[in-house]
C-alpha cells in the first residue's frame, strides 16, 4: 500500500471487498482507478460518478426539467431537448452544438466526411458519411447499404425498426411505431390531406412543402439537386449522352435497362420494367403468364394492340397475332414476337402496335430486333409500324388512324403480290 495515503476504518464499497478505503473516498486503493460497472443486470456500461447506475439506466446528473428523466449534459442542469449543453452558434439556430465545434451538424459543426468535395457529416467512428461508406453497413453477401439502429442489416434486407401492424414488415416513419402506409411520420397540415410531409415542412410536396425547383416560374419539388427532374434534378442515366433518369435503385434509365424489371424478361435485350399492378411483371409478360387472371382481362379489353387485331382480322385472312417464330430448319423456338404477321410468297408482312412510338426503346435494341427476326426468316420483310397515340403535332383519334392502317395494309399486299418491293427489309412509319 502506498506510503502517502492515510487509510481510515471505512470499509471498500466494492462487493466482496474487505480491505479499507482511502481518505475521503469510497474505494480501497486496488478499487479507486477501476471502472465501476452498472449495477443493473446484465448492463456492462460504466457507472456515473456518485452513481451506480450508468447514464442509460438513471445514473448521472439528471434534467431538472418536471416529468424529464433524460441525462444532464456538461454543467448545466437541463438535457438536450430541454436546453442543456452547448448550442449551435448560428444566428436563429438552437440545435445542440457537435463534438468539440460551435456548430450544429446541419451548419457545418462535427467531423465531417474526407471525401473531396463532400460537406456531409462522418458518420460513427468512420472518416466518410453513409453515402461514401461510412458508418456500419449491412452485414447481408454483396450489400453496401448502411445499417440502420441497432441491428446489422440495411433497410432493404430487414435492418431497422419495423411497423407493430399485424403481418407488416414495412420501416417505421418518424418517432411512431407505424410504417407510412398505417399512418406513421408527420402529415401533410393541408386540410383533408393525409400525405407524408419532407423533414422541416408542414406541407406535402403537392401543397408546397420541400425544397422547390430553381428554375424561375417553376413550382415543382426538387429532386436531389437545386432542380426538379424535368429541369434535370435527381438521379441521371449513366449511358454516354443520355440524360433521361436514372429508374429506381439503379444508375440507368428504363431504356438502358434500369429500373425494377420484369423477372420473365429480365434478361432478354429488350426487357421492360415490371409494375406494381402486375406483381413486378410487364403488361405483356404478365397476360401471356396469367391469361385466367381477373388483371390479364383488363389489359385485353382495353389495349390498343388489340383494336388493332380486331379491325386487321375484320378485313384480312392469314395474319397470325402474337405468336412465337420458328425457325424453318428445326424445332427451335426463337423469342422474337411480332404483333401481326402474314407470309406472303418469301415477304413477312409485319405489322406492329408502338404505343407512343416506342419513344423510350433504345434505336440499337430496335436494331438488333430486326436482324434476330431476319435470322429466322431469311426472305423479304415489309414493317408497318403504327402508332395508335397521339403525338405533339398529330391529335388523329385512333378510330381514324386505324382506317389510314387498314388503307396502307392493302396498298402493301398489293405490292408483294406484284413484287414490288425490291428491298430486303421495308420499314413503314405511320403516325410517328
Not at 434509365?253 to 406494381?276: F, L
Request: hydrophobic share 25%.
Amino acid at each position: 500500500m502506498s506510503k502517502n495515503l492515510v487509510v481510515t476504518e471505512t470499509i471498500c464499497k466494492t462487493n466482496n471487498c474487505s480491505h479499507p478505503a482511502i481518505t475521503r473516498g469510497k474505494y480501497c486503493e486496488m478499487h479507486r482507478t477501476m471502472k465501476r460497472k452498472c449495477i443493473e443486470m446484465n448492463c456492462k456500461n460504466g457507472a456515473r460518478p456518485q452513481s451506480d447506475k450508468c447514464k442509460a439506466h438513471g445514473g448521472g446528473k439528471r434534467c431538472i426539467e418536471s416529468g424529464c428523466v433524460n441525462s444532464a449534459i456538461d454543467s448545466t442542469n437541463y438535457c438536450s431537448r430541454h436546453g442543456g449543453g452547448k448550442r449551435c452558434n448560428e444566428s436563429g439556430c438552437t440545435t445542440l452544438a457537435s463534438g468539440k465545434t460551435e456548430k450544429c451538424i446541419m451548419h457545418g459543426g462535427g467531423k465531417r466526411c474526407i471525401e473531396s468535395g463532400c460537406t456531409h457529416s462522418a458518420a460513427g467512428q468512420t472518416n466518410k458519411c453513409k453515402a461514401h461508406g461510412g458508418g456500419k453497413r449491412c452485414n447481408e453477401l454483396n450489400c453496401n447499404n448502411s445499417a440502420k439502429g441497432p441491428s446489422n442489416k440495411c433497410i432493404t434486407h430487414g435492418g431497422g425498426k419495423r411497423c407493430n401492424e399485424l403481418n407488416c414488415n414495412k420501416t417505421v416513419q418518424g418517432s411512431g411505431n407505424k410504417c407510412s402506409d398505417h399512418g406513421g411520420g408527420r402529415r401533410c397540415i393541408e386540410p383533408d390531406c393525409n400525405k407524408l410531409v419532407p423533414s422541416k415542412s408542414d406541407y406535402c410536396t403537392l401543397h408546397g412543402g420541400g425544397k422547390r425547383c430553381s428554375v424561375p416560374q417553376c413550382t415543382k419539388c426538387a429532386i436531389i439537386t437545386d432542380k426538379c427532374i424535368e429541369h434535370g434534378g435527381g438521379r441521371r442515366c449513366i449511358e454516354p449522352e443520355c440524360n433521361k433518369s436514372a429508374q429506381g435503385m439503379t444508375d440507368k434509365c428504363a431504356a438502358h435497362g434500369g429500373g425494377r424489371r420484369c423477372p420473365n424478361c429480365i434478361n432478354w435485350i429488350d426487357s421492360r420494367c415490371g409494375t406494381i399492378r402486375y406483381d413486378w411483371y410487364c403488361a405483356t409478360c404478365f397476360k401471356r403468364l396469367f391469361p385466367e387472371d381477373p388483371r390479364s382481362k383488363v389489359i385485353h379489353q382495353h389495349s390498343k394492340e388489340i383494336r388493332v387485331r380486331n379491325a386487321i382480322a375484320e378485313r384480312f385472312t392469314g395474319f397470325i397475332h402474337d405468336v412465337t417464330l420458328y425457325t424453318g430448319n428445326c424445332n427451335c423456338i426463337h423469342r422474337r414476337r411480332v404483333d401481326h404477321r402474314k407470309l406472303i410468297g418469301n415477304t413477312i408482312l409485319a405489322i406492329e402496335t408502338d404505343e407512343f412510338a416506342h419513344q423510350g426503346y433504345d434505336e440499337h435494341d430496335e436494331m438488333f430486333r430486326y436482324d434476330d427476326l431476319y435470322m429466322i426468316h431469311s426472305g423479304k420483310w415489309v414493317y408497318i409500324r403504327f402508332n395508335p397515340d397521339h403525338t405533339k403535332n398529330d391529335k388523329t383519334d385512333l378510330d381514324d388512324r386505324i382506317v389510314i392502317l387498314i388503307k396502307e395494309i392493302e396498298t402493301q399486299i398489293k405490292r408483294i403480290e406484284m413484287e414490288e418491293n425490291k428491298e430486303l427489309v421495308e420499314i413503314i412509319k405511320l403516325f410517328y
